[in-house]
């Protein structure tokens, strides 16, 4: 299957709203390091045309991660190149995992909001990333790593944060480039849980792109993520593609 535009160019602003903190480029793959922190800038993510031996290629990627200490992990999308890379990859004892929609909506009409009382950050605070590490949770270390990757990047970003009677509830970041605003990070603490709060928190962060140019949004959804499917629903969210990783694991090569 063949690239097309609008595939090409969600796969830049993903890899543009959530950055990892080195990058090789080897022969049309980009390897991706950040410390361990996310599949997606944790992986290899064969993006342009190859035209080097694949096993060769492999070996190579598979040094880089395990002299890291981190798992080997393959993005694999239906326009991966090579195309038979994924059967490659199974047959080398690889495991698929984390199958992903990649969805996109038109930003219509926005309701208003409920009366929650929310804050907007356009920069990374300590007070947001500490209200994030409680609801994902986060280790130390996952936090030092994700404010490393999220602070001081180029593009337009927004911080937002859901209060229900002056506890942090949900939140969640939206990036903005041509015209897209991206999801990131999207949750609700366990304790509020089956109450619309994560509506509300879109609602918030749409209507902070559509006031800062935004008239279209995407998102990157695991499949098996019922709830969250169930919600960008509401706001006519439609799947372009779908991805998933393959992953060897430093203990199965041991």
Request: net charge neutral; aromatic share 12%.
């Amino acid at each position: 299957m063949q690239i097309n535009s609008l595939h090409q160019t969600i796969e830049e602003l993903s890899l543009n709203a959530w950055p990892s903190l080195q990058t090789v480029v080897y022969d049309g793959w980009l390897l991706r390091f950040a410390d361990g922190y996310t599949k997606r800038s944790n992986c290899v993510m064969p993006l342009y045309e190859s035209h080097g031996q694949m096993t060769e290629k492999i070996l190579y990627c598979e040094k880089l991660y395990t002299e890291r200490g981190l798992d080997t992990v393959f993005k694999i999308t239906p326009f991966a190149r090579p195309s038979q890379l994924d059967s490659v990859l199974e047959g080398q004892g690889y495991r698929m995992v984390d199958p992903v929609y990649v969805k996109t909506a038109v930003l219509a009409e926005l309701p208003q909001p409920a009366d929650y009382a929310y804050r907007i950050d356009e920069r990374l605070s300590d007070r947001w990333l500490d209200e994030l590490a409680q609801m994902m949770p986060l280790s130390d270390k996952q936090r030092q790593t994700a404010a490393r990757m999220l602070t001081g990047m180029p593009l337009r970003q927004c911080f937002v944060t859901l209060h229900v009677d002056g506890v942090p509830a949900a939140c969640g970041i939206g990036v903005i480039e041509h015209g897209y605003i991206g999801l990131y990070d999207i949750v609700t603490s366990e304790r509020f849980r089956n109450r619309g709060l994560g509506y509300q928190l879109l609602l918030r962060i749409f209507r902070w792109g559509k006031q800062n140019g935004a008239d279209k949004a995407y998102l990157l959804v695991v499949q098996s993520n019922q709830p969250a499917n169930r919600l960008y629903d509401k706001f006519g969210f439609e799947t372009q593609y779908e991805y998933w990783y393959r992953v060897k694991s430093l203990k199965q090569d041991e």
